[in-house]
């Protein structure tokens, strides 16, 4: 399975007609002084917000610019979204749910094209994810201590889910 995503992340070029704007935009990202608005062909591009190019202008940078470079970060929202999905289950209804959740996290085809297209979905997942666990925590803990942890969790998961895809990251975790 893993042979799997690292060939679909790692092992081809751009798709898609987005994918290439949004590395164009992230390889603007890496050596543009200023951060705060992504450049899309010199021009203020603001229809997302910045996050996913952010932190792949980190090993754009740093290792080149290859399509497999700027996908780099999408191995990490993986692994977080895989996580945050384990974990809840396994607060929720054990650890044996917790090892099914976030194997089917894994294995789910959604899943596996968010995590190797460059876009901001990628993030967005990972932050609702976190988002969702921490909700939980809060929601059910057994003292202060342990309430203020699991919503500041929330939040800070929030912010950065905001900051990858706008307020679309507050929908999940505000209904549930």
């Not at 610019?65 to 384990?86: E, F, S």
């Not at 979905?121 to 942890?149: I, K």
Request: hydrophobic fraction near 55%; proline fraction near 5%; glycine fraction near 8%.
């Amino acid at each position: 399975m893993l042979a799997i995503w690292c060939v679909g992340m790692f092992g081809r070029g751009y798709w898609t007609p987005d994918e290439p704007r949004e590395a164009d935009i992230a390889w603007r990202m890496s050596w543009q002084a200023d951060k705060a608005v992504p450049l899309l062909e010199g021009e203020a591009f603001c229809e997302k917000p910045p996050l996913t190019y952010w932190l792949a202008a980190v090993p754009v940078r740093l290792l080149g610019t290859a399509a497999w470079v700027a996908r780099l970060p999408n191995l990490l929202y993986a692994m977080i979204t895989a996580l945050g999905v384990g974990l809840l289950a396994r607060r929720s209804a054990g650890r044996l749910a917790g090892i099914v959740g976030a194997a089917a996290m894994s294995t789910f085809l959604l899943s596996y094209q968010v995590a190797i297209w460059l876009a901001t979905d990628a993030p967005l997942l990972a932050a609702v994810s976190v988002a969702l666990l921490g909700a939980y925590r809060g929601f059910y803990a057994a003292n202060t201590r342990e309430r203020l942890r699991g919503y500041s969790w929330m939040h800070l998961a929030l912010g950065l889910g905001f900051l990858s895809k706008s307020a679309a990251a507050w929908m999940v975790p505000a209904t549930a």
